[in-house]
């Protein structure tokens, strides 16, 4: 039983750190897309095509924060299943 008990613990360690991995690629997105949609120019107005690399360091932090927000819905789906302790003779 203590080996179920520790899987469990490993598990939820997981899902924690996945969780604040989410988060955190979710705020690190909505920053980089507030910094594309200010870029500025050397005169200091909005340059509309200015920040791409913004653009898609918010492109790529959006999949990360998707990727593991679906992981820890999935998991948490099964987490049910794990928990499980079948008595047979």
Same mark, same amino acid.
Not at 9 to 17: D, I, P, V
Not at 58 to 63: F, I, Y
Not at 84 to 87: E, R, T, W
């Given at each position: 039983m203590k080996e179920v008990s520790a899987m469990n613990?490993? %598990?939820? %360690?997981?899902? =924690? *750190?996945i969780t604040a991995l989410c $988060?955190?690629?979710a705020l690190v997105a909505v920053w980089q897309f507030y910094l +594309?949609?200010?870029f500025r120019n $050397? =005169? %200091?107005g909005v340059?509309?095509?200015g920040g791409t690399q913004n653009l898609w360091l $918010?492109? *790529?932090?959006?999949?990360v924060a998707c990727a593991t927000g679906a992981?820890?819905? +999935?998991? *948490?789906?099964?987490?049910?299943k794990e928990d499980? &302790?079948? &008595?047979t003779s």
């Open positions: 613990e490993s %598990g939820k %360690g997981l899902r =924690t *750190a $988060a955190l690629s +594309f949609v200010q $050397a =005169t %200091g340059d509309p095509e $918010a492109v *790529a932090a959006t999949l992981y820890v819905v +999935f998991s *948490a789906v099964t987490h049910d499980v &302790i079948h &008595i």
